[in-house]
């Protein structure tokens, strides 16, 4: 079964610094990766998702995220994160031939002034 | 923009009452899910329909059923509220096209205190 693990529960950060947020997922299969976020009392919205070809995919907001296949990773990435940016970010996982899309537990990003 | 909205943003409701979550998107998306939202948990599936009248069960589907009459509204309910219902749900939906590749849009939530 899929399962999706990302690995820090809450990331307190100053504005202006780089920021990685990291997610592992477990399948033997091809899948499909996506990054949501969660501004405070709202729903999700998508950041960014890796289907096929580059594994290098840019989103919203200069956010961006790396397929590595050989460490079953997809960690999101930003230069230079903003006070706006302070939310919660879900990562999650579909397969190719699979029933439907598990989220990991979400980290918490904080970023301080 | 698609729009997701869900009818209440907060409910109060008490054990063993029958509890209608509401839901309706307006971008004639024929998928609709309904996750349920907890700390350190992340969201998980409780039912999904990808077709008027059609249902499948999610992850957690026991205590919950659903009804999606219409295209554009997928209902969530509670039969018999119990405190461990006490919850965040989110309402999302898709186009079919390329199944699970799609992008999900999701409604602001609907936070669910049952006492």
């Known amino acids: 079964a899929q399962s999706v693990t990302q690995l820090d529960s809450q990331v307190p950060v100053f504005e202006e610094a780089p920021v990685e947020l990291r997610c592992n997922y477990s399948s033997s299969v091809s899948v499909y990766l996506f990054w949501y976020v969660q501004y405070p009392n709202q729903g999700l919205q998508l950041l960014l998702k890796?289907?096929?070809?580059?594994?290098l995919v840019k989103g919203i907001n200069g956010f961006e995220a790396e397929f590595n296949k050989s460490q079953t990773s997809f960690h999101l990435r930003k230069p230079s994160v903003h006070i706006s940016d302070t939310a919660e970010y879900f990562c999650?996982?579909?397969?190719?031939?699979?029933?439907?899309?598990?989220f990991g537990a979400g980290t918490i990003l904080r970023v301080k002034s | 923009d698609v729009k997701v909205t869900q009818s209440s943003r907060y409910l109060v409701k008490r054990t063993g009452e029958k509890v209608f979550l509401e839901c309706v998107q307006d971008m004639d998306h024929e998928n609709m899910f309904w996750y349920r939202q907890d700390p350190g948990l992340g969201l998980r599936l409780i039912y999904f329909s990808y077709d008027v009248k059609m249902k499948e069960k999610g992850d957690i589907p026991e205590g919950y059923s659903v009804s999606r009459e219409k295209k554009e509204r997928f209902s969530l309910i509670l039969e018999s509220a119990s405190t461990n219902q006490t919850s965040m749900y989110l309402c999302?939906?898709?186009?079919?096209?390329?199944?699970?590749?799609?992008?999900?849009?999701f409604g602001p939530g609907t936070r669910l205190l049952v006492l």
């Open positions: 999650a996982v579909s397969m190719e031939y699979g029933n439907k899309l598990v």
């Open positions: 999302a939906s898709s186009f079919l096209g390329q199944g699970w590749k799609e992008t999900q849009y």
């Open positions: 890796y289907l096929s070809g580059s594994t």
